[in-house]
Protein backbone atom coordinates (compact mmCIF):
# COMPACT_ATOMS: atom_id res chain seq x y z
CA UNK A 1 0.00 0.00 0.00
CA UNK A 2 2.22 2.65 1.16
CA UNK A 3 1.49 5.97 3.43
CA UNK A 4 2.91 8.45 0.64
CA UNK A 5 2.35 6.97 -2.98
CA UNK A 6 3.32 8.18 -6.43
CA UNK A 7 1.45 6.66 -9.22
CA UNK A 8 2.92 7.03 -12.71
CA UNK A 9 4.08 10.47 -12.13
CA UNK A 10 5.07 12.29 -15.08
CA UNK A 11 6.22 16.55 -15.25
CA UNK A 12 7.91 18.33 -18.10
CA UNK A 13 8.32 21.91 -18.49
CA UNK A 14 8.50 24.31 -21.77
CA UNK A 15 6.01 24.76 -24.95
CA UNK A 16 4.99 21.69 -26.73
CA UNK A 17 7.83 22.34 -29.23
CA UNK A 18 10.96 22.46 -27.15
CA UNK A 19 9.41 20.46 -24.37
CA UNK A 20 11.42 18.46 -21.84
CA UNK A 21 9.98 15.61 -20.10
CA UNK A 22 11.95 16.10 -16.74
CA UNK A 23 10.19 13.07 -14.40
CA UNK A 24 8.64 10.04 -16.55
CA UNK A 25 6.62 7.39 -14.70
CA UNK A 26 7.99 7.78 -11.31
CA UNK A 27 6.52 5.03 -8.97
CA UNK A 28 6.89 5.17 -5.52
CA UNK A 29 5.24 3.66 -2.07
CA UNK A 30 6.81 5.05 1.46
CA UNK A 31 6.17 3.36 4.60
CA UNK A 32 4.48 5.43 7.54
CA UNK A 33 8.03 5.99 9.22
CA UNK A 34 10.11 4.64 6.55
CA UNK A 35 13.17 6.90 5.79
CA UNK A 36 13.89 6.75 1.98
CA UNK A 37 17.06 8.43 0.18
CA UNK A 38 16.36 9.81 -2.93
CA UNK A 39 19.89 9.83 -5.22
CA UNK A 40 20.57 11.11 -8.22
CA UNK A 41 22.71 13.19 -10.77
CA UNK A 42 22.22 17.12 -10.13
CA UNK A 43 19.89 18.37 -12.69
CA UNK A 44 18.15 14.64 -12.75
CA UNK A 45 14.75 16.37 -11.84
CA UNK A 46 15.28 15.56 -7.83
CA UNK A 47 14.21 18.81 -6.79
CA UNK A 48 10.95 19.09 -9.27
CA UNK A 49 10.39 15.26 -8.07
CA UNK A 50 10.47 17.15 -3.98
CA UNK A 51 8.16 19.63 -5.45
CA UNK A 52 5.89 17.45 -6.54
CA UNK A 53 5.84 15.52 -3.43
CA UNK A 54 5.11 19.13 -1.51
CA UNK A 55 2.33 20.23 -3.82
CA UNK A 56 4.47 23.20 -5.06
CA UNK A 57 3.74 22.05 -8.70
CA UNK A 58 1.30 19.63 -10.10
CA UNK A 59 2.13 16.18 -12.37
CA UNK A 60 1.09 16.60 -15.86
CA UNK A 61 -0.09 12.70 -15.20
CA UNK A 62 -0.17 10.40 -12.36
CA UNK A 63 -1.18 10.59 -9.05
CA UNK A 64 0.25 11.31 -5.81
CA UNK A 65 -1.34 10.81 -2.44
CA UNK A 66 -0.35 10.58 1.18
CA UNK A 67 -2.59 8.93 3.51
CA UNK A 68 -5.20 8.31 0.74
CA UNK A 69 -5.91 11.45 0.36
CA UNK A 70 -4.73 13.23 -3.59
CA UNK A 71 -1.89 15.97 -2.85
CA UNK A 72 -3.22 18.54 -5.09
CA UNK A 73 -1.34 22.04 -3.18
CA UNK A 74 1.25 22.63 -0.66
CA UNK A 75 0.36 22.24 2.87
CA UNK A 76 1.78 22.35 6.20
CA UNK A 77 1.38 18.16 7.08
CA UNK A 78 4.45 17.87 4.59
CA UNK A 79 7.15 19.91 6.04
CA UNK A 80 9.60 20.83 3.37
CA UNK A 81 13.79 21.89 4.11
CA UNK A 82 14.60 23.55 1.27
CA UNK A 83 17.93 23.43 -0.25
CA UNK A 84 18.83 26.82 0.12
CA UNK A 85 16.86 27.34 3.51
CA UNK A 86 14.49 29.62 2.70
CA UNK A 87 15.00 31.65 6.02
CA UNK A 88 12.96 34.74 5.95
CA UNK A 89 15.69 37.04 6.62
CA UNK A 90 13.94 40.12 8.25
CA UNK A 91 12.70 37.18 11.58
CA UNK A 92 14.79 35.70 14.11
CA UNK A 93 15.42 32.15 14.78
CA UNK A 94 12.57 31.86 16.74
CA UNK A 95 9.92 34.43 14.72
CA UNK A 96 10.97 32.50 12.02
CA UNK A 97 10.02 29.33 13.86
CA UNK A 98 6.71 30.91 15.36
CA UNK A 99 5.75 32.04 12.18
CA UNK A 100 5.12 27.95 11.23
CA UNK A 101 4.16 27.46 14.23
CA UNK A 102 1.14 30.05 14.14
CA UNK A 103 -0.07 29.16 10.93
CA UNK A 104 -0.87 25.60 11.60
CA UNK A 105 -1.91 25.77 15.14
CA UNK A 106 -3.58 29.08 15.20
CA UNK A 107 -5.93 28.85 18.17
CA UNK A 108 -3.24 27.69 20.61
CA UNK A 109 -1.58 30.48 23.87
CA UNK A 110 0.91 32.34 23.17
CA UNK A 111 2.94 30.79 25.63
CA UNK A 112 1.99 27.51 24.34
CA UNK A 113 3.32 28.34 21.03
CA UNK A 114 6.64 29.76 22.67
CA UNK A 115 7.17 26.21 24.57
CA UNK A 116 6.66 24.64 21.27
CA UNK A 117 9.15 26.80 19.42
CA UNK A 118 11.96 26.45 21.98
CA UNK A 119 11.48 22.81 22.06
CA UNK A 120 12.20 22.23 18.38
CA UNK A 121 15.05 25.37 18.99
CA UNK A 122 16.45 22.86 21.51
CA UNK A 123 15.58 20.22 19.34
CA UNK A 124 18.63 21.47 16.75
CA UNK A 125 21.04 22.68 19.49
CA UNK A 126 20.16 26.43 18.69
CA UNK A 127 19.20 27.41 21.68
CA UNK A 128 21.71 29.89 21.70
CA UNK A 129 21.04 31.57 18.76
CA UNK A 130 17.42 31.60 19.13
CA UNK A 131 16.95 35.52 18.58
CA UNK A 132 19.52 35.97 16.05
CA UNK A 133 18.88 36.79 12.51
CA UNK A 134 19.28 34.22 9.76
CA UNK A 135 22.30 36.27 8.30
CA UNK A 136 24.49 36.05 11.68
CA UNK A 137 24.40 32.15 11.67
CA UNK A 138 26.36 29.92 9.86
CA UNK A 139 25.02 27.59 6.92
CA UNK A 140 24.99 24.64 9.18
CA UNK A 141 22.98 26.68 11.60
CA UNK A 142 20.53 28.04 9.02
CA UNK A 143 19.71 24.61 7.94
CA UNK A 144 19.05 23.68 11.19
CA UNK A 145 16.49 26.19 11.70
CA UNK A 146 14.78 25.28 8.47
CA UNK A 147 14.87 21.54 10.06
CA UNK A 148 13.19 22.96 13.74
CA UNK A 149 10.88 24.79 11.49
CA UNK A 150 9.69 21.48 9.23
CA UNK A 151 9.71 19.69 12.46
CA UNK A 152 7.61 22.35 14.47
CA UNK A 153 4.62 21.95 12.01
CA UNK A 154 4.67 18.11 13.07
CA UNK A 155 4.16 17.25 9.66
CA UNK A 156 2.73 13.80 8.57
CA UNK A 157 5.80 13.53 6.65
CA UNK A 158 9.38 15.23 5.86
CA UNK A 159 11.14 16.23 2.65
CA UNK A 160 14.40 17.26 2.56
CA UNK A 161 15.28 18.85 -0.80
CA UNK A 162 19.65 18.15 -0.75
CA UNK A 163 19.28 19.98 2.90
CA UNK A 164 23.24 19.36 3.70
CA UNK A 165 24.56 19.72 0.00
CA UNK A 166 25.75 23.75 0.00
CA UNK A 167 27.51 22.65 3.72
CA UNK A 168 31.47 22.13 4.23
CA UNK A 169 32.13 18.43 4.96
CA UNK A 170 32.60 18.75 8.69
CA UNK A 171 29.01 20.79 9.21
CA UNK A 172 27.67 17.90 6.68
CA UNK A 173 29.08 14.67 8.85
CA UNK A 174 27.13 16.85 12.30
CA UNK A 175 24.33 17.60 10.83
CA UNK A 176 23.87 14.05 9.29
CA UNK A 177 23.91 12.59 12.53
CA UNK A 178 21.64 15.11 14.23
CA UNK A 179 19.41 14.37 10.97
CA UNK A 180 19.65 10.57 12.42
CA UNK A 181 19.18 11.68 15.74
CA UNK A 182 16.04 13.58 15.40
CA UNK A 183 14.42 10.83 12.91
CA UNK A 184 15.32 8.00 15.91
CA UNK A 185 13.58 10.17 18.55
CA UNK A 186 10.62 11.37 16.22
CA UNK A 187 10.16 8.71 13.63
CA UNK A 188 8.83 10.78 11.17
CA UNK A 189 8.28 9.74 7.60
CA UNK A 190 11.43 11.21 5.80
CA UNK A 191 12.18 11.54 2.01
CA UNK A 192 15.65 13.15 1.55
CA UNK A 193 16.64 14.08 -1.97
CA UNK A 194 20.04 13.84 -2.18
CA UNK A 195 23.33 13.96 -4.40
CA UNK A 196 25.70 11.60 -2.46
CA UNK A 197 25.01 8.38 -2.26
CA UNK A 198 27.17 7.53 1.21
CA UNK A 199 25.11 9.87 2.52
CA UNK A 200 21.64 8.04 1.14
CA UNK A 201 22.94 4.47 2.97
CA UNK A 202 24.33 6.57 6.16
CA UNK A 203 20.97 7.53 6.86
CA UNK A 204 17.78 5.65 5.02
CA UNK A 205 16.26 2.70 5.59
CA UNK A 206 15.95 2.75 1.72
CA UNK A 207 17.82 4.38 -0.88
CA UNK A 208 16.58 4.71 -4.34
CA UNK A 209 18.38 5.69 -7.64
CA UNK A 210 16.87 8.46 -9.73
CA UNK A 211 17.95 8.03 -13.40
CA UNK A 212 19.70 10.70 -15.09
CA UNK A 213 17.32 13.55 -17.04
CA UNK A 214 15.70 13.92 -19.07
CA UNK A 215 12.85 11.43 -18.97
CA UNK A 216 14.16 10.58 -15.63
CA UNK A 217 12.85 7.54 -13.74
CA UNK A 218 13.27 6.03 -10.31
CA UNK A 219 15.68 3.08 -10.40
CA UNK A 220 15.03 -0.19 -8.35
CA UNK A 221 15.08 0.05 -4.61
CA UNK A 222 17.81 -0.91 -2.12
CA UNK A 223 17.21 -2.17 1.36
CA UNK A 224 19.77 -0.68 3.43
CA UNK A 225 20.00 -3.50 6.26
CA UNK A 226 22.35 -1.75 8.10
CA UNK A 227 22.03 -1.56 12.20
CA UNK A 228 21.14 1.63 13.71
CA UNK A 229 22.83 3.64 15.61
CA UNK A 230 25.10 3.70 12.52
CA UNK A 231 28.90 4.27 13.36
CA UNK A 232 29.86 6.82 10.34
CA UNK A 233 33.45 5.32 10.89
CA UNK A 234 32.63 1.32 10.56
CA UNK A 235 30.31 1.96 7.87
CA UNK A 236 32.74 2.40 5.34
CA UNK A 237 34.31 -0.92 6.15
CA UNK A 238 30.98 -2.85 6.40
CA UNK A 239 30.94 -5.01 3.23
CA UNK A 240 27.03 -4.46 3.05
CA UNK A 241 27.65 -0.53 2.58
CA UNK A 242 30.87 -1.45 0.33
CA UNK A 243 28.34 -3.49 -2.05
CA UNK A 244 25.52 -0.98 -2.27
CA UNK A 245 27.43 1.83 -2.75
CA UNK A 246 28.98 0.28 -5.69
CA UNK A 247 25.56 -1.23 -6.94
CA UNK A 248 23.99 2.16 -6.44
CA UNK A 249 27.02 4.47 -8.62
CA UNK A 250 27.09 1.70 -11.47
CA UNK A 251 23.63 2.00 -11.66
CA UNK A 252 23.31 5.65 -11.65
CA UNK A 253 26.58 5.79 -14.14
CA UNK A 254 25.28 3.12 -16.32
CA UNK A 255 21.77 5.17 -16.51
CA UNK A 256 24.01 7.91 -18.01
CA UNK A 257 25.03 6.05 -21.05
CA UNK A 258 28.65 6.37 -19.48
CA UNK A 259 30.00 2.60 -18.28
CA UNK A 260 32.84 2.84 -15.62
CA UNK A 261 35.71 5.05 -17.33
CA UNK A 262 38.11 2.85 -18.68
CA UNK A 263 41.51 3.87 -19.91
CA UNK A 264 42.00 3.31 -24.12
CA UNK A 265 45.16 5.46 -24.56
CA UNK A 266 48.02 4.84 -23.05
CA UNK A 267 50.52 8.72 -22.91
CA UNK A 268 54.22 7.79 -22.76
CA UNK A 269 55.65 9.78 -20.18
CA UNK A 270 58.30 11.86 -20.72
CA UNK A 271 61.71 11.29 -19.09
CA UNK A 272 62.45 13.56 -16.56
CA UNK A 273 63.85 13.55 -13.75
CA UNK A 274 62.48 16.13 -11.01
CA UNK A 275 64.65 18.76 -10.24
CA UNK A 276 66.21 17.79 -6.79
CA UNK A 277 65.36 20.79 -4.41
CA UNK A 278 67.95 19.72 -1.83
CA UNK A 279 71.06 20.73 -4.76
CA UNK A 280 72.00 24.21 -3.64
CA UNK A 281 70.81 26.16 -6.71
CA UNK A 282 74.28 26.67 -8.53
CA UNK A 283 74.52 23.83 -9.49
CA UNK A 284 71.53 23.87 -11.68
CA UNK A 285 73.44 25.74 -14.84
CA UNK A 286 74.45 22.74 -16.26
CA UNK A 287 71.09 20.52 -16.38
CA UNK A 288 70.11 19.44 -19.89
CA UNK A 289 66.53 20.83 -21.78
CA UNK A 290 63.32 19.54 -20.03
CA UNK A 291 61.25 17.18 -22.36
CA UNK A 292 58.06 19.73 -23.62
CA UNK A 293 54.61 18.57 -24.16
CA UNK A 294 54.45 18.56 -27.75
CA UNK A 295 57.41 15.67 -27.88
CA UNK A 296 55.10 13.32 -25.56
CA UNK A 297 54.34 10.48 -28.22
CA UNK A 298 50.98 8.95 -27.71
CA UNK A 299 50.74 5.18 -28.88
CA UNK A 300 47.13 3.17 -29.07
CA UNK A 301 46.60 1.29 -26.26
CA UNK A 302 47.06 -2.36 -27.13
CA UNK A 303 43.77 -3.60 -26.37
CA UNK B 1 35.72 11.85 12.24
CA UNK B 2 35.03 12.87 15.88
CA UNK B 3 37.73 12.06 16.48
CA UNK B 4 40.44 13.74 13.56
CA UNK B 5 38.64 16.28 14.74
CA UNK B 6 40.09 16.05 18.20
CA UNK B 7 43.34 15.47 17.05
CA UNK B 8 43.17 18.51 14.76
CA UNK B 9 42.00 20.76 18.01
CA UNK B 10 45.05 18.66 20.05
CA UNK B 11 47.56 20.23 17.51
CA UNK B 12 46.34 23.43 17.31
CA UNK B 13 46.52 23.43 21.41
CA UNK B 14 50.04 22.50 20.52
CA UNK B 15 50.88 24.80 18.43
CA UNK B 16 53.30 27.72 20.05
CA UNK B 17 52.27 31.25 20.88
CA UNK B 18 53.71 33.51 18.70
CA UNK B 19 55.32 36.01 20.87
CA UNK B 20 52.95 39.31 20.25
CA UNK B 21 54.97 42.18 18.86
CA UNK B 22 54.09 45.50 20.21
CA UNK B 23 52.77 47.55 16.73
CA UNK B 24 55.44 49.70 15.84
CA UNK B 25 54.14 52.60 13.04
CA UNK B 26 56.39 52.34 9.81
CA UNK B 27 56.46 56.22 8.29
CA UNK B 28 54.43 54.70 5.68
CA UNK B 29 51.92 53.73 7.44
CA UNK B 30 51.93 57.42 8.91
CA UNK B 31 51.92 58.36 5.33
CA UNK B 32 48.96 56.44 4.40
CA UNK B 33 47.18 57.48 7.88
CA UNK B 34 48.08 61.80 6.67
CA UNK B 35 46.87 60.80 3.44
CA UNK B 36 43.59 59.37 4.24
CA UNK B 37 42.67 62.72 6.79
CA UNK B 38 43.77 64.72 4.24
CA UNK B 39 41.41 63.28 1.59
CA UNK B 40 38.42 63.15 4.19
CA UNK B 41 38.57 66.53 5.94
CA UNK B 42 41.53 67.91 3.88
CA UNK B 43 39.65 68.07 0.49
CA UNK B 44 36.44 69.34 1.16
CA UNK B 45 38.00 72.26 3.20
CA UNK B 46 40.08 73.09 0.62
CA UNK B 47 37.18 73.19 -2.26
CA UNK B 48 35.06 75.04 -0.11
CA UNK B 49 37.39 77.60 0.23
CA UNK B 50 37.81 77.81 -3.43
CA UNK B 51 34.29 78.25 -3.82
CA UNK B 52 34.16 80.75 -1.76
CA UNK B 53 37.10 83.27 -3.45
CA UNK B 54 35.35 81.95 -7.05
CA UNK B 55 31.94 83.66 -5.74
CA UNK B 56 33.38 86.45 -3.90
CA UNK B 57 35.24 87.43 -7.02
CA UNK B 58 32.62 87.00 -9.59
CA UNK B 59 30.27 88.87 -7.27
CA UNK B 60 32.83 91.98 -6.67
CA UNK B 61 33.17 91.82 -10.47
CA UNK B 62 29.49 91.43 -11.93
CA UNK B 63 27.19 94.66 -11.56
CA UNK B 64 23.46 94.43 -11.25
CA UNK B 65 20.62 97.09 -11.72
CA UNK B 66 20.49 97.93 -7.94
CA UNK B 67 24.47 96.92 -7.16
CA UNK B 68 26.59 94.46 -6.84
CA UNK B 69 25.97 90.93 -6.50
CA UNK B 70 26.42 89.91 -2.94
CA UNK B 71 29.30 87.60 -1.63
CA UNK B 72 29.91 85.33 0.92
CA UNK B 73 30.29 88.01 3.53
CA UNK B 74 27.12 90.08 2.86
CA UNK B 75 25.24 86.53 2.98
CA UNK B 76 26.49 85.81 6.26
CA UNK B 77 24.95 89.25 7.38
CA UNK B 78 21.87 88.59 5.56
CA UNK B 79 21.75 84.86 7.86
CA UNK B 80 22.45 86.96 11.01
CA UNK B 81 19.23 89.47 9.74
CA UNK B 82 16.99 86.77 9.87
CA UNK B 83 18.08 85.18 12.77
CA UNK B 84 17.70 88.71 14.91
CA UNK B 85 14.44 89.37 13.02
CA UNK B 86 12.97 86.08 13.70
CA UNK B 87 13.78 86.71 18.03
CA UNK B 88 12.88 90.51 17.55
CA UNK B 89 9.32 88.99 15.99
CA UNK B 90 9.02 86.24 18.80
CA UNK B 91 9.87 89.13 21.55
CA UNK B 92 6.78 91.22 19.84
CA UNK B 93 4.65 88.03 19.85
CA UNK B 94 5.34 87.62 24.08
CA UNK B 95 4.71 90.78 24.62
CA UNK B 96 1.13 90.88 22.75
CA UNK B 97 0.10 88.19 24.66
CA UNK B 98 1.45 89.46 28.09
CA UNK B 99 -0.80 92.91 26.83
CA UNK B 100 -3.55 90.62 25.89
CA UNK B 101 -3.79 89.20 28.85
CA UNK B 102 -3.29 91.85 31.20
CA UNK B 103 -6.67 93.73 29.36
CA UNK B 104 -8.23 90.71 28.94
CA UNK B 105 -8.20 90.77 33.73
CA UNK B 106 -8.83 94.22 32.86
CA UNK B 107 -12.02 93.94 30.99
CA UNK B 108 -13.00 90.80 32.65
CA UNK B 109 -12.71 92.60 35.90
CA UNK B 110 -15.38 95.39 34.67
CA UNK B 111 -17.28 93.87 32.79
CA UNK B 112 -17.74 90.33 34.65
CA UNK B 113 -19.81 87.55 32.92
CA UNK B 114 -18.82 88.85 29.77
CA UNK B 115 -16.52 87.50 26.92
CA UNK B 116 -13.27 89.07 26.09
CA UNK B 117 -12.78 88.28 22.16
CA UNK B 118 -9.68 85.86 21.50
CA UNK B 119 -7.34 87.81 19.66
CA UNK B 120 -4.41 85.91 17.66
CA UNK B 121 -1.21 87.82 17.09
CA UNK B 122 -1.09 88.89 13.18
CA UNK B 123 3.01 89.56 12.96
CA UNK B 124 4.26 88.38 9.53
CA UNK B 125 5.90 85.25 9.78
CA UNK B 126 9.59 84.62 10.35
CA UNK B 127 12.00 83.26 8.04
CA UNK B 128 11.85 80.12 10.37
CA UNK B 129 8.28 80.13 10.50
CA UNK B 130 8.76 79.67 6.91
CA UNK B 131 10.68 77.39 6.85
CA UNK B 132 8.26 75.13 9.21
CA UNK B 133 5.69 75.87 6.88
CA UNK B 134 7.96 74.47 4.01
CA UNK B 135 8.32 71.29 6.59
CA UNK B 136 4.78 70.82 7.19
CA UNK B 137 3.86 71.16 3.60
CA UNK B 138 6.47 68.82 2.11
CA UNK B 139 5.52 66.02 4.55
CA UNK B 140 2.05 66.51 3.99
CA UNK B 141 2.72 66.17 0.31
CA UNK B 142 5.01 63.01 0.83
CA UNK B 143 2.54 61.22 3.19
CA UNK B 144 -0.09 62.05 0.92
CA UNK B 145 2.12 60.29 -2.21
CA UNK B 146 3.51 57.50 -0.03
CA UNK B 147 -0.44 56.64 1.09
CA UNK B 148 -1.30 56.08 -2.71
CA UNK B 149 2.58 54.83 -3.92
CA UNK B 150 3.01 51.81 -1.53
CA UNK B 151 -0.43 50.17 -2.33
CA UNK B 152 -0.57 50.58 -5.63
CA UNK B 153 3.02 49.96 -5.70
CA UNK B 154 2.55 46.47 -3.87
CA UNK B 155 -0.84 45.32 -6.28
CA UNK B 156 1.56 46.62 -9.51
CA UNK B 157 4.05 44.13 -8.16
CA UNK B 158 1.59 41.16 -7.11
CA UNK B 159 -0.53 41.33 -10.31
CA UNK B 160 1.35 41.98 -14.05
CA UNK B 161 -2.34 42.52 -15.49
CA UNK B 162 -2.84 45.48 -13.07
CA UNK B 163 0.92 46.97 -12.95
CA UNK B 164 0.12 46.61 -17.31
CA UNK B 165 -2.98 48.41 -16.90
CA UNK B 166 -0.97 51.26 -14.76
CA UNK B 167 2.27 51.54 -16.36
CA UNK B 168 1.22 54.02 -18.72
CA UNK B 169 0.28 56.39 -16.69
CA UNK B 170 3.43 56.31 -15.00
CA UNK B 171 5.22 56.84 -17.76
CA UNK B 172 3.34 59.69 -18.87
CA UNK B 173 2.71 61.05 -15.78
CA UNK B 174 6.32 60.77 -14.14
CA UNK B 175 8.18 63.29 -16.10
CA UNK B 176 5.64 65.87 -15.39
CA UNK B 177 6.79 69.08 -14.05
CA UNK B 178 5.35 70.20 -10.52
CA UNK B 179 4.28 73.73 -12.59
CA UNK B 180 2.16 72.23 -14.91
CA UNK B 181 0.01 69.62 -11.88
CA UNK B 182 -0.32 73.16 -9.58
CA UNK B 183 -2.96 74.95 -11.61
CA UNK B 184 -4.92 72.36 -12.19
CA UNK B 185 -4.56 71.54 -8.86
CA UNK B 186 -5.18 75.20 -7.43
CA UNK B 187 -8.55 74.98 -9.35
CA UNK B 188 -9.43 71.51 -8.20
CA UNK B 189 -8.72 72.48 -4.86
CA UNK B 190 -10.57 76.04 -5.54
CA UNK B 191 -13.62 74.46 -6.59
CA UNK B 192 -13.87 71.40 -4.09
CA UNK B 193 -12.35 72.57 -0.75
CA UNK B 194 -14.48 74.59 0.56
CA UNK B 195 -15.65 73.65 4.27
CA UNK B 196 -17.01 76.33 6.79
CA UNK B 197 -13.94 76.11 9.54
CA UNK B 198 -11.08 75.19 6.96
CA UNK B 199 -8.18 72.69 8.49
CA UNK B 200 -5.78 73.88 5.63
CA UNK B 201 -5.12 76.81 3.94
CA UNK B 202 -5.89 76.53 0.23
CA UNK B 203 -1.83 77.69 -0.77
CA UNK B 204 -0.98 75.01 1.80
CA UNK B 205 -3.15 72.18 0.27
CA UNK B 206 -2.60 72.73 -3.36
CA UNK B 207 1.46 73.03 -2.74
CA UNK B 208 0.73 69.76 -0.63
CA UNK B 209 -0.96 67.73 -3.57
CA UNK B 210 0.99 69.23 -6.39
CA UNK B 211 3.98 67.55 -3.91
CA UNK B 212 2.64 63.90 -3.13
CA UNK B 213 1.65 64.29 -7.59
CA UNK B 214 5.06 64.87 -7.94
CA UNK B 215 7.13 62.63 -5.68
CA UNK B 216 4.58 59.68 -5.50
CA UNK B 217 6.31 58.35 -8.46
CA UNK B 218 9.48 56.71 -7.08
CA UNK B 219 8.07 55.51 -3.91
CA UNK B 220 5.44 53.37 -6.74
CA UNK B 221 8.16 52.46 -9.21
CA UNK B 222 10.24 50.89 -6.17
CA UNK B 223 7.30 49.31 -4.09
CA UNK B 224 6.40 47.76 -7.48
CA UNK B 225 10.25 46.69 -8.35
CA UNK B 226 10.65 45.12 -4.93
CA UNK B 227 7.32 43.41 -4.69
CA UNK B 228 7.83 41.72 -8.21
CA UNK B 229 11.55 41.06 -7.51
CA UNK B 230 10.49 38.92 -3.64
CA UNK B 231 12.48 35.14 -3.98
CA UNK B 232 9.92 33.02 -4.99
CA UNK B 233 11.45 30.65 -1.94
CA UNK B 234 9.61 33.14 0.63
CA UNK B 235 6.37 32.53 -1.33
CA UNK B 236 6.69 28.59 -1.37
CA UNK B 237 6.93 28.99 2.38
CA UNK B 238 4.26 31.06 2.21
CA UNK B 239 2.15 28.33 0.20
CA UNK B 240 3.69 25.63 2.51
CA UNK B 241 2.65 27.49 5.43
CA UNK B 242 -0.88 28.00 3.78
CA UNK B 243 -0.45 31.73 4.97
CA UNK B 244 -3.39 33.55 4.01
CA UNK B 245 -3.50 36.99 1.41
CA UNK B 246 -3.50 39.38 4.07
CA UNK B 247 -0.99 37.47 6.24
CA UNK B 248 1.24 36.88 2.90
CA UNK B 249 1.45 39.98 2.55
CA UNK B 250 2.39 41.60 5.93
CA UNK B 251 4.29 38.81 6.89
CA UNK B 252 6.46 38.16 3.44
CA UNK B 253 5.95 40.04 1.09
CA UNK B 254 6.18 43.95 2.51
CA UNK B 255 9.28 42.97 4.81
CA UNK B 256 10.81 41.39 1.97
CA UNK B 257 9.97 45.04 -0.20
CA UNK B 258 10.95 46.64 2.82
CA UNK B 259 14.58 48.00 1.07
CA UNK B 260 13.04 48.93 -1.93
CA UNK B 261 9.99 50.69 -0.70
CA UNK B 262 12.33 52.79 1.58
CA UNK B 263 14.60 53.31 -1.46
CA UNK B 264 11.96 54.63 -3.22
CA UNK B 265 10.73 56.72 -0.11
CA UNK B 266 14.41 58.49 0.05
CA UNK B 267 13.87 59.69 -3.61
CA UNK B 268 10.23 60.58 -3.35
CA UNK B 269 11.07 63.29 -0.51
CA UNK B 270 13.66 64.33 -2.22
CA UNK B 271 12.15 64.91 -5.56
CA UNK B 272 8.93 66.13 -3.08
CA UNK B 273 11.19 68.70 -1.33
CA UNK B 274 12.78 69.99 -4.63
CA UNK B 275 9.07 70.28 -5.85
CA UNK B 276 7.75 72.09 -3.14
CA UNK B 277 9.84 75.47 -3.69
CA UNK B 278 8.47 75.99 -7.30
CA UNK B 279 4.72 74.84 -5.88
CA UNK B 280 5.15 77.59 -3.29
CA UNK B 281 5.76 80.13 -5.41
CA UNK B 282 3.19 79.80 -7.70
CA UNK B 283 0.95 79.45 -5.05
CA UNK B 284 2.09 81.55 -2.31
CA UNK B 285 2.13 78.80 0.37
CA UNK B 286 4.04 81.07 3.31
CA UNK B 287 7.14 78.56 2.76
CA UNK B 288 10.37 79.09 1.39
CA UNK B 289 9.43 79.31 -2.34
CA UNK B 290 7.19 82.15 -1.31
CA UNK B 291 10.27 83.78 0.89
CA UNK B 292 12.09 83.30 -2.39
CA UNK B 293 9.61 84.99 -4.48
CA UNK B 294 9.02 87.82 -2.00
CA UNK B 295 13.01 88.71 -1.83
CA UNK B 296 12.95 88.62 -5.59
CA UNK B 297 9.92 90.97 -6.13
CA UNK B 298 11.91 93.26 -3.83
CA UNK B 299 15.03 93.46 -5.46
CA UNK B 300 17.35 94.93 -3.63
CA UNK B 301 21.05 93.28 -2.86
CA UNK B 302 20.06 92.80 0.54
CA UNK B 303 16.98 90.27 -0.44
CA UNK B 304 19.43 88.74 -3.03
CA UNK B 305 21.31 88.38 -0.35
CA UNK B 306 18.26 86.87 1.98
CA UNK B 307 17.50 84.46 -1.43
CA UNK B 308 21.25 82.88 -1.58
CA UNK B 309 20.64 82.25 2.43
CA UNK B 310 17.81 80.57 1.06
CA UNK B 311 19.21 78.30 -1.03
CA UNK B 312 21.44 77.21 1.32
CA UNK B 313 18.63 76.51 3.86
CA UNK B 314 16.99 74.39 1.29
CA UNK B 315 20.53 72.65 0.37
CA UNK B 316 20.94 71.79 4.05
CA UNK B 317 17.36 70.54 4.50
CA UNK B 318 17.35 68.64 1.37
CA UNK B 319 20.52 67.05 2.78
CA UNK B 320 19.08 66.63 6.58
CA UNK B 321 16.08 65.00 5.01
CA UNK B 322 18.26 62.89 2.96
CA UNK B 323 20.39 61.19 5.60
CA UNK B 324 17.16 61.20 7.77
CA UNK B 325 15.30 58.80 5.17
CA UNK B 326 18.70 56.62 5.10
CA UNK B 327 19.16 56.39 9.36
CA UNK B 328 15.27 55.12 8.48
CA UNK B 329 15.78 52.43 5.46
CA UNK B 330 18.61 51.44 7.86
CA UNK B 331 16.62 51.02 10.32
CA UNK B 332 13.87 48.77 9.12
CA UNK B 333 15.87 46.98 6.60
CA UNK B 334 17.35 43.48 6.97
CA UNK B 335 19.44 44.25 4.50
CA UNK B 336 22.44 45.61 6.34
CA UNK B 337 24.86 46.96 3.02
CA UNK B 338 22.25 49.63 1.99
CA UNK B 339 24.46 52.57 1.21
Known amino acids: ?46 TTLISLIAGLIKPDSGMLTLNDLEITEPGPDRGIVFQNYSLLPWLSVFENILLAVESVNPNWSAEKKKQHVEKYIAMVNLTAARDKKPRELSGGMRQRVSVARALAMDPQILLLDEPLSALDALTRATLQDEISRIWL ?34 GPSFQIEIPRPRDRK ?4 DPHFKQLRREIIEFLLNSKGQRQTAITKKLILPDIEPDDLAIPRATFGDRTKPVRRREIKRVEADA | MNEAVANVEAVMEKAPTIPQKPPVRTNRETDERLRKIFSAIGAPLISFAIFLFIWSQVASHVKVNFGSIPGPMAVWKQAGVLWDAHWAERQKETEFYQELAKRRADFLAKNPGQTFPDIKYSGPPTYFDQICTSLETVFTGFLIGSLIAVPVGIICGLSRPFFNAVNPFIQIFKPVSPLAWLPIVMIMVS ?7 PWFEKAFLSSAITVAMCS ?22 ARVLKLGWWKQIWKIILPSALPYIFTGLRLSLGVGWMVLIAAEMLAQNPGLGKFIWDMFQNGSSDTLAQIMVAVFTIGFIGFALDRLML ?3 RLVSYDAKAI
Request: proline letters at 5%; zero cysteines.
Open chain 2, 327 to 329: LLQ
Open chain 1, 185 to 218: EDKKTIVMITNDPDEGIYLADRIIPLTAGPNATL
Open chain 2, 216 to 237: LWPTLINTALGVASIDKDYLNV
Open chain 1, 1 to 46: MGFLRLQNVSKGYGASGSRTEVLRDINLAVEKGEFVAIVGFSGAGK
Open chain 2, 191 to 197: ALYNPPH
Open chain 1, 234 to 237: GINH
